[in-house]
């Protein structure tokens, strides 16, 4: 991948963790719970996916992705602990409100995730910015 390409993947990523962020609120607001919460990991994992493939560390895997994000930003105390540990509830709970039978979240549950998630993209996008 050329630096170009590069750029251009990380600027593309980020505006897909924007558009995904805005997809939740959308569902949220028409009370469809476990698609806004897929939504909303969805949106920090294009966001995290952009942070790094910037810092040239590529991933196969949304475990792979959680962990490397972990390693190289959060135990670096470059991002507080919180923000991983946001990434891996909002996996599990994607994959608890996709896949699970008979299963769902609700207004109380999910509408104190876009604050935070809203913040973590934002940081990465200054993180982001610093490495350009």
Same mark, same amino acid.
């Given at each position: 991948?050329?630096? $170009?390409?590069?750029?251009?993947?990380?600027?593309?990523?980020?505006?897909? /963790?924007?558009?995904?962020?805005? #997809?939740?609120?959308? &569902?949220?607001?028409? $009370?469809?719970?476990?698609?806004?919460?897929?939504?909303?990991?969805? /949106?920090?994992?294009?966001?995290?996916? #952009?942070?790094?493939?910037?810092? $040239?560390?590529?991933?196969?895997?949304? #475990?792979?992705?959680? @962990?490397?994000?972990?390693?190289?930003?959060?135990?670096? %105390?470059?991002? *507080?602990?919180?923000? %991983?540990?946001?990434? @891996?509830?909002?996996? *599990?709970?994607?994959?608890? %409100?996709?896949?699970?039978?008979?299963?769902?979240? *609700?207004?109380?549950?999910?509408?104190? &995730?876009?604050?935070?998630?809203?913040?973590?993209?934002?940081?990465?996008?200054?993180?982001?910015?610093?490495?350009?």
């Amino acid at each position: 991948m050329t630096f $170009e390409d590069k750029i251009a993947y990380v600027k593309y990523r980020i505006e897909s /963790s924007h558009r995904t962020f805005d #997809a939740a609120k959308v &569902l949220a607001e028409n $009370e469809f719970w476990n698609s806004a919460v897929n939504r909303l990991y969805y /949106s920090i994992y294009y966001a995290v996916n #952009a942070l790094l493939v910037l810092n $040239e560390i590529y991933t196969k895997s949304h #475990a792979a992705t959680k @962990s490397q994000f972990s390693l190289h930003f959060v135990k670096t %105390g470059k991002f *507080d602990k919180k923000y %991983g540990k946001l990434l @891996s509830e909002l996996f *599990d709970w994607r994959q608890k %409100g996709d896949y699970e039978n008979i299963f769902d979240y *609700d207004k109380e549950s999910v509408q104190p &995730l876009f604050n935070p998630v809203n913040d973590m993209i934002r940081l990465i996008e200054e993180e982001i910015k610093k490495g350009l």
